[in-house]
């Protein structure tokens, strides 16, 4: 029973912590339509929300990567 209350918990918290990092993502890529800071097309937009998920969901500190090229190459 202990184990099958530590696997609800883990989801949960899992559960959460998804919830919390798609919201920052809505927010940020609308922030950045807003202000016109960047305007992305769908390729660029799903990279960006793929990265920023990795980061802000990982059990790990994010690691930066310096593009050198360009992602249609």
């Not at 990092?21 to 890529?29: H, N």
């Not at 097309?41 to 090229?69: F, Y």
């Amino acid at each position: 029973m202990l184990r099958r209350q530590q696997a609800e918990a883990v989801v949960a918290a899992r559960r959460q912590i998804v919830e919390g990092a798609v919201s920052m993502v809505e927010m940020g890529l609308r922030r950045l339509e807003e202000h016109g800071i960047v305007r992305l097309d769908e390729e660029r937009k799903a990279s960006m929300v793929n990265n920023l998920l990795v980061a802000l969901v990982a059990d790990r500190e994010a690691q930066p990567v310096i593009n050198t090229g360009n992602i249609y190459s």
